[in-house]
């Protein structure tokens, strides 16, 4: 294990943690623990030793350097063209109050394979601790990769997170993340194409209530040429709860005749709740094909007067309008992605107070 760094809080004046809650963090608060962690289907290709480094080389912030210095390493490698069938589920159970923990999932590919792994983090609203995961993935030649992470934590939990993939030559890397937990939810993902063909599709849904605030981070680089990205992220905030999205699209000069799009939509479903999207593009080659786009916006009252005129309750109006936003992300998770229970617990962030049926 090496050295614990010192540890030096980043701040607010910084435009990567512009909007976060950041200053609220007191690390002294929390211990070194550990989480409860379960695996189903992952015994035939997970390894010893540790894989960590295969795809994050620098550390980006204090976060992601203390979980490399401190972490539960889970490495998984593919073997050349094997697929593995069925989805590799991990879940993590945060079960100690007044803690901090650093998972670390690996998942090397190696060429023309081909693998789904569910992953899911669950604590109860009891437990007040600090959630630190990395999430590292290398895609190699014509492998592919689909990945899920689930946020299911309790809503006195934090969760600070970073997610980095490298993609070799004619890969695919599917990264969706459903974050619906947590106090503050806090998620960078970087998405490197550093050979030519490469392609990479990130999707998220999240829905904040209450006090919560989820706050999303994401890169999408291109190294190469002929490379493809695709960001689809949809958000949706009540109460009195935030949600952060910013997102930079980097073509660099070695990337031409390269495609990317970035979208971010958000739904604000009360008048105390916030919502801020920041989509941005730096491009350093020509011929290349780029689009960035965000909302943020309240239901729209012609769609839920057309329901309500035809009979439909105004909170189940509603609530038909916030899945059908959803709708667009759900449609793209990993197809062994539990659909139905993702649907019940977003049902459960519209009506925390009562039960209703999907």
Known sequence: MNATPAIVMPSTDEEIWRYSRIAELDMSAYKHGHLRTETVGADSVRVTESLAGIAMTTNPDIFAELNGANADVISLRIPKGVVVEGAIHIVHHLEADGVVVYPRLVIDAEENSEVTVIETFISNDNIHSLVV??????????????????????????QIGHQQSAGHRDSTTRIATVALGGDYARMRTEVRLVEQGASAQQVALYFAGGTQMHDFRTLQIHEAPRTHSDLLFKGAVRDTARSVYTGLIHIKPNAAHSQAFQTNRNLTLSEGAWAESVPNLEIETNEVKCSHASTVGSVDEEQKFYLESRGVPPEIAERLIVFGFFNEVIDRLPKFADVEMLRSAVNHKLNPDNEVAS
Do not use: F
């Not at 995961?133 to 934090?158: F, M």
């Open 133 to 158: 995961p990395v999430l590292e993935v290398r895609t190699g030649k014509s492998a592919r990769v689909s990945y899920l992470t689930i946020n299911q934590l309790g809503l006195n939990t934090w």
